[in-house]
């Protein structure tokens, strides 16, 4: 690894006053090794330090973020709405009481995120904000289209583990588990920047598929810090589930993941429902087909099965990927059931 | 206790309890006296706590990647970023001028693959790289740091070739060709014998036919039933740990080596010969080890470079493997094709049995299928067919019951299907076909811990989540390596210490040498100094192909007893005794009346030297061995073992899960069951694994392994492990001082064909290649959607 200066922030603006570059900007080259004098932020480290062992990304100054507090607190205001600070760790957030109480599908998104050693590290902000896991993209010798190059290689050759949906000229699935969850309950993101201050973009916007910039995942300007995630006050009658699906259930990256946050009358009808799969396309990928056929409709074995066939319509298996299509369809029906049984 | 001969002895013979009774043997004079059974011993057969436990738990056990010595350098290597190249230019002038590099070498060490022969009419090519991940050149720096940045400076300049990393590719006519001229041998042999006269077409070299017998043709015809199938096996690599580590330490005066090895007295004769040294001018030492499964077996290209830059650099050189490189190029078991064809009567007689396999080891050879098919089953026509096929791809080294493990997965499927064809139960097929007494022991308790009586019909279960149970069976042979030697030593203070070269590759072998002294000398297992792992004591065996407790225990028992024999001849005088009258006994040196005694102390303070010792070596096995072929040799009867496996299979998604395992063992005479236990437990993990998650995945467009790493390569975890129980048998067969055998790569075989056996057991489908994942799962379900290609 290459030598690189540590520095610490005390506050938000000073972090914003240091120059930096988003991690996806400091990647991208012409071909041969990145720019070695970028400035980057650091959360808890675990994506930033794996790149950097590959080889894939050189610093020369790394901001630390660790050093402030305020960062690294949840706080509800009155209407309810939870305000997580970026610098929140999975396990803060998978132990959360109000978010276990309320946000059942978020706590387990976390709390099954990775491994009990790095959820006790990792931040929310940093788990938003990774990169992909694609091995053709984490390969020092596959130039591909996501850093600068101009093959995405996962199309011909090794896509197991790839997109089934959205793969528009890449075929990564977005890492995280938590933005799965986030996203089906509507969350936003807080985006400070040293002159402008404050920008508030829902989650759903910010990530960036393929077709709309192809070398980064979201809409992170250089500069920019996520602050805080904003999670929208509980509605009533509102349940959620989450399932996950790895080829291990230890620290393994899942093959399918699925969010179901739905709100019924009283009269058992669901009112709204949002259905959001992870690991299936470079973004979270909101099932909007499976949203439609539950409104209107009790939550019953027809339902979900309903629902799970309209979530997998229009999936575009890979040579090597169609086993997920069936995960995907099994666990959007079980997610779907599992909301009947938790709060 | 010390009775001298005559030579003709009576040991305990067969399986105690069920059928436990005596053998005659003719034994070489000074051979310790017979043993009794386990039950009737102080410390041999008990469970024993680790020698090196607390150390290993507290970290303070020195591992190679441990050593640190006095101004020693970092090595890393340059390798081929192409999976085939010529290698045009070389040039290390940049990479000599970073500040801290003491040495940087060009690396042409190519042992471990196949040897070529020059093809006719060609001139002697330039160095051509033949996988991603080939060495060609090294470089010694002060820091770490230093020889990374080092080794961007290395401009080596390729000219790209065609290559085929893809099995069925390389085998067809006009595929891009691995070797230019004719291979011939070289790379590991466990898989198959690397024969001379093999026939070489393109990429495929075979079929070797050699251990067939009789006419498997006439035999399928005379089935009554006749069951076929191909089965196909992935590549695993042995994600050892402790990644291969070495500290090379040149000196004018000679060359220590500080290894993670399984062998220390093989790298040494391999090292002495590479460099041109004596024997005696070349040290090996390991203390620690975190694994080795047959990948660190040799010294290898990596060792020779870490030893060319000490000389080169004149200072002690570190080497560690990183992550990447253990899986690109450490060794790997090799991917198999298996067709299979078995036939058999009404009775379940087996009248043929065809197996026609091809596979890869990468560059080298040995991707066969061992000799399971050939040796478990009474089968009178046997016809094999197998072909090595090279693929630009790291090199295949021996792993855990190399051959074996891929040959069982297929063979015993196919034994679980002639038995449902049959409406016969696969325990009472199997009673009916295998010569094994031990086995046929291992099924009946194994049956019963397990409750295979409560085995339904195929995809019985009408949920999602099906289970279901399944078993198969281990062939390993009793494995014995003869260059294998130790020295007792009795101290004037009563101290004694053992020392032998042989290592601990983590199996505990040091424990139970401290057992088997104990219970000669008639004191305890920590009064015993154990100093192994270091080629300046008398040669030890290798840790490879289950033999080290069956090679080191005899002579370490011989040993001991020889040794006491001389404290006999000391103390006799002042015990006013025979010294053939004196026994060994809780610490004390007593008449055989118990009417005068001293304590082990006092009496070696008696001697008139500081020390006295004998050295032994292992002796032939009672009776003679079964096969040998130089030091290695087999015991006249193979070791058993059973599995049961019970799954449960999520057919909507395609996830199985292990949820039980028993596992029925022998290994001769059990010396410590907790540490055999704790083989078991490694050996169905390992085949957990391998049925369910590992596969090295190739890039079949660049050459890349995109998996190497633990994150991609998936190995069971915490939450991937089954419950496993293991039925020990006690196996006694009068065949040495110490009539044990070994545990290791038995214990890893039948685990993958149980598990396959149990998942057509729960979905009634059977499943024809590993590992088995969700994509197989679903596909062999036939629950992928249309039109959609198969994994």
């Not at chain 1, 509605?235 to 589930?241: C, I």
């Not at chain 2, 085939?84 to 070389?90: G, I, T, V």
């Not at chain 2, 040794?563 to 004196?582: C, G, I, Y």
């Not at chain 2, 909507?652 to 063992?665: C, D």
Request: aromatic share 4%.
């Amino acid at each position: 690894m290459k030598r690189f200066e540590l520095i610490s922030a005390a506050d938000v603006p000073a972090a914003a006053q240091a120059r930096s570059v988003t991690v996806a900007d400091a990647m991208r080259t012409k071909g041969g090794r990145p720019a070695t004098d970028a400035v980057v932020l650091k959360a808890g480290g675990i994506d930033l330090l794996d790149l950097m062992k590959e080889g894939l990304l050189e610093p020369g100054r790394i901001v630390n973020l660790r050093d402030i507090p305020e960062l690294a607190r949840i706080s509800e205001e009155p209407d309810g709405t939870l305000r997580i600070g970026s610098m929140v760790t999975l396990a803060q957030l998978a132990a959360d009481p109000a978010v276990r109480a309320r946000h059942a599908a978020l706590a387990d998104a976390a709390g099954r995120s990775a491994s009990p050693q790095i959820r006790h590290v990792a931040t929310i902000g940093g788990n938003l904000l990774q990169r992909p896991r694609c091995w053709y993209f984490r390969s020092l010798h596959h130039h591909c289209a996501r850093k600068g190059g101009t093959t995405c290689f996962a199309f011909a050759g090794e896509n197991q583990h790839h997109a089934i949906f959205g793969h528009d000229g890449c075929a990564i699935v977005h890492p995280s588990t938590a933005a799965t969850a986030l996203v089906a309950f509507n969350a936003s993101v807080e985006l400070f920047a040293a002159k402008r201050g404050t920008r508030v973009v829902a989650l759903e916007k910010f990530f960036l598929g393929p077709s709309q910039d192809l070398s980064r995942e979201n809409d992170l300007k250089s500069g920019e810090i996520l602050t805080a995630v904003v999670l929208p006050p509980a509605r009533p009658g509102m349940r959620s589930a989450h399932l996950r699906q790895g080829e291990l259930e230890s620290f393994d990256w899942p093959i399918a993941d699925v969010a179901v946050v739905i709100e019924v009358e009283p009269n058992g009808v669901c009112r709204r429902a949002s259905v959001v799969l992870g690991a299936a396309a470079p973004v979270p990928y909101r099932a909007k087909g499976a949203e439609a056929a539950l409104v209107g409709k009790r939550i019953s074995e027809d339902a979900a099965r309903g629902a799970a066939v309209a979530a997998i319509a229009g999936a575009a298996p890979l040579g090597k990927n169609a086993y997920k299509v069936p995960v995907f369809e099994a666990l959007v029906r079980r997610a779907i059931l599992d909301t009947a049984r938790t709060a | 206790m010390a009775r001298e001969d005559p030579q003709l002895r009576k040991y305990p013979s067969g399986i105690d309890p069920a059928a436990l009774g005596e053998v005659e043997r003719n034994v070489p004079a000074g051979e310790a006296p017979p043993l009794a059974p386990n039950a009737d011993l102080a410390w041999i057969g008990k469970s024993v706590a680790r020698i090196n436990g607390r150390a290993k738990v507290t970290g303070a056990a020195r591992f190679t990647v441990d050593v640190k010595l006095p101004g020693m350098l970092h090595a890393r290597l340059a390798r081929s970023p192409y999976p085939h190249a010529r290698l045009a230019s070389l040039d290390l002038s940049m990479a000599r001028l970073h500040p801290g590099v003491r040495a940087a070498l060009p690396i042409n060490e190519t042992v471990g693959r196949a040897v070529e022969t020059a093809a006719e009419g060609k001139p002697p090519s330039t160095r051509r790289v033949l996988y991603v991940g080939d060495i060609v050149a090294g470089v010694a720096a002060a820091t770490p740091e230093a020889a990374q940045e080092a080794l961007r400076l290395v401009r080596a300049e390729y000219e790209p070739l065609p290559f085929v990393t893809d099995l069925e590719t390389a085998r067809v006519d006009g595929a891009p060709q691995v070797f230019d001229g004719r291979v011939r041998g070289g790379g590991f042999t466990d898989g198959m014998a690397a024969a001379a006269g093999i026939a070489q077409r393109g990429n495929v070299r075979g079929p070797n036919t050699s251990g067939s017998r009789g006419d498997a043709i006439a035999g399928l015809a005379q089935a009554d039933v006749v069951v076929e199938g191909e089965f196909r096996t992935q590549v695993q690599t042995h994600c050892c740990l402790e990644t291969h580590a070495v500290v090379a330490d040149w000196r004018a005066d000679g060359l220590t080596v500080y290894m993670s090895t399984q062998y220390t007295a093989g790298v040494r004769s391999e090292l002495a010969h590479a460099f041109g040294l004596p024997l005696s001018a070349v040290r090996v030492v390991v203390d620690a080890m975190g694994g080795g499964f047959g990948s660190k077996s040799g010294a290898g290209n990596y060792v020779r470079a870490a030893v060319a830059l000490s000389r080169e650099a004149r200072a002690p050189v570190r080497l560690v493997l990183d992550r990447r490189e253990e899986h690109l190029d450490s060794g790997n078991r090799p991917a198999t094709v298996q067709r299979l064809r078995v036939g058999a009567r009404r009775d379940g007689t087996l009248t043929a049995i065809a197996l026609d396999t091809y596979g890869t080891a990468g560059v080298t050879l040995g991707a066969g299928v061992g000799n399971f098919a050939q040796s478990i089953y009474d089968c009178a026509n046997f016809a094999i067919a197998q072909s090595d096929v090279f693929i630009n791809a790291g090199p295949a080294s021996a792993m855990r019951a190399p051959g074996n493990v891929q040959g069982a997965y297929a063979l015993e499927q196919m034994i679980d299907e002639l038995a449902e064809k049959l409406s016969m139960d696969p325990l009472a097929l199997r009673d009916r076909i295998d010569p094994s007494a031990v086995r046929r022991e291992e099924r009946r308790a194994g049956a019963e811990r397990f409750g295979w009586s409560r085995r339904r019909a195929p995809g019985f279960d009408s949920g999602p989540v099906k289970r279901g149970i399944g078993m198969a069976q281990s062939y390993w042979g009793a494995n014995v390596h003869t260059n294998a030697s130790c020295e007792v030593r009795i101290l004037r203070d009563g101290s004694v210490e053992l020392l032998s070269s042989v290592q601990d590759i983590g199996t505990g072998i040091g424990t139970v040498l401290a057992q088997v002294v104990a219970e000669e000398l008639g004191l305890r297992p920590e009064e015993i100094a154990i100093r192994i792992g270091d080629t300046d004591f008398p040669a030890g065996p290798p840790s490879y192909g289950s033999l080290t407790t069956a090679s080191i225990t005899p002579p370490a028992r011989n040993a001991a007893h020889r040794a006491l024999r001389k404290l006999f001849d000391a103390v006799a005088p002042a015990l006013d005794a025979a010294p053939e009258s004196l026994v060994a006994r809780a610490g004390r040196i007593a008449t055989a009346d118990n009417a005068r005694s001293v304590s082990f102390r006092e009496a070696a303070a008696h001697l008139r030297t500081e020390s006295i010792g004998a050295v032994a070596s292992r002796s032939d096995d009672y009776g003679g061995f079964g096969r040998k072929m130089g030091d290695m040799a087999s015991a006249k009867s193979a070791l058993g073992g059973v599995q049961f496996a019970q799954v449960a299979v999520d057919v909507e998604t395609g996830i199985v899960r292990v949820e039980r395992i028993v596992a029925a063992q022998d290994c001769g005479r059990p010396m410590n069951p907790r540490q055999i236990e704790s083989q078991v437990h490694g050996g169905v993990l390992m085949g957990v694994s391998y049925a369910l998650y590992e596969e090295r995945i190739l890039d079949r467009h660049t050459g890349h392994v995109l998996n190497a790493d633990l994150e991609h390569y998936k190995i069971a975890r915490s939450r991937e492990t089954p419950e496993i129980e293991m039925v020990l048998l006690e196996n006694y067969q009068g065949t040495s001082a110490t009539d044990a055998y070994g545990i290791a790569e038995p214990s890893n075989i039948a685990t993958a064909p149980a598990i396959a056996n149990a998942v057509y057991n729960a979905i009634g489908v059977r499943v024809h290649r590993l590992p088995m994942t969700p994509s197989t799962i679903l596909a062999a379900l036939g629950r992928m959607p249309a039109g959609s290609a198969l994994p």
